[in-house]
């Protein structure tokens, strides 16, 4: 009887001893791999689609958790935690959902702590500035430097028919629809939720300055084009709407535009020739459709993206009687606007330095 007795004694010692070592080797393995606080962060990616097995591999090869099967096992069996963790006051169970985004995880993180922050969602944001008067082209380098979306990708679902008509463009892209803001994107972003985006502010900005429904396409697309070409000619706010009136005033005598503008544009971004210092003669004879020097009328597409100073110049331009403006003070940026020829050929000289 006695060796019975001493028999089930060492076995509950030898179950409560596997239990213990089991308990401790379990804790142990949930702790922070390291406690220094100033440890570097390590940035995951977690993808729509990846798995809990495979995020867990990716955490213990870049050493921020010590057990990857342990990760694997806990993270459907979340209210184990409660009996292996010491930081549930400061961190409460919850289930564990593995959410897509970009996170940064220290190795001095509890298990529980990373469950925590990959069940949040939380992105790694990018705040990009588009400036105003951007072309497409300029828009798709900024995105890419950014590591957002490639150029390449963002130009063609600009020129997508389809998708321009899906978003109520009816030009041959998305240039002067791409509203200039300051945005936050996560990186890899797909070009064409980069494009929505942009387009989509535009059509909300624009709807603060005409009633949409009842502005056909022709006048929408007019409206964006002489807009993207005062976007390039003004530089003090308040000459914007001036400027406007001379273009306009210009139109309805189908007398040419003239602006400089639209030369750079068929140099720079449907020639792919660099920026010039200055236009010489030469260059405003450079055919395209675009060149206002040529042709006299609207560009048949915008030459930038014009922001609300530019769009509300056009929309609430004034009237006046200027054909003709130039440079006055080149460092202020500043204009003179004439109403006659022979004014213009008197004030040509006019600029201070």
């Known amino acids: 009887m006695k060796k019975i007795i001493s028999f089930f004694v060492s076995l509950i010692l030898l179950v409560v001893f596997i239990a213990a070592g089991s308990y401790f080797y379990i804790s142990s393995q949930l702790k922070p791999v390291s406690s220094d606080e100033n440890a570097e962060a390590v940035r995951i990616e977690v993808s729509n689609g990846d798995s809990v097995r ?49 996170y940064y995880v220290k190795p001095n993180m509890h298990v529980q702590e990373i469950y925590n922050l990959l069940s949040s969602g939380r992105q790694e944001y990018i705040s990009v500035s588009i400036p105003e008067g951007y072309t497409m082209r300029q828009i ?17 679902i600009c020129r997508d028919t389809n998708f321009l008509v899906s978003k109520g463009i009816t030009l041959d892209s ?15 972003s797909s070009a064409r939720s980069v494009a929505e985006q942009l387009i989509d502010t535009f059509f909300l900005r624009i709807s603060t300055l005409i009633d949409l429904e009842k502005t056909t396409n022709k006048e929408l697309n007019d409206l964006v084009i002489l807009a993207s ?42 020639q792919g020739k660099p920026h010039p210092s200055r236009l010489l003669i030469e260059d405003t004879r450079t055919e395209s459709p675009y ?3 040529l042709y006299a009328g609207l560009t048949p597409g915008a030459i930038s993206n014009p922001g609300l100073t530019a769009l509300n110049a056009v929309v609430n331009a004034p009237k006046t009687n200027y054909y003709f403006f130039q440079v006055k003070d080149a460092k202020k940026g500043t204009h003179v606007f004439t109403s006659t020829f022979d004014e213009h050929i008197e004030n040509h000289n006019l600029t201070t330095k």
Do not use: H
């Not at 921020?64 to 549930?88: C, D, G, P, T, W």
């Not at 791409?178 to 990186?187: E, R, V």
């Not at 003004?234 to 400089?260: H, T």
């Open 54 to 102: 495979k995020i867990g591999n990716l955490l213990k090869a870049n050493n921020v958790i010590k057990n990857e099967k342990l990760f694997y096992i806990f993270a459907s069996r979340s209210n184990l935690m409660r009996y292996f963790s010491k930081v549930q006051a400061e961190y409460e169970t919850q289930r564990f959902v593995l959410k897509s985004g970009i």
């Open 229 to 270: 070409i005062v976007e390039k000619e003004y530089r003090v706010p308040e000459e914007a709407p001036i400027i406007a009136s001379v273009f306009k005033n210009r139109l309805r005598r189908n007398i040419g535009l003239y602006s400089c503008a639209t030369v750079v544009y068929v140099l720079t971004d449907i």
């Open 291 to 293: 060149n206002t020097y």
């Open 140 to 156: 798709g380098e900024l995105l890419e430097a950014k590591d957002i979306c490639s150029k390449n990708d963002f130009l063609e």
């Open 174 to 188: 998305a240039e002067g629809f791409l509203f200039p803001d300051t945005y936050f994107f996560i990186p890899k």
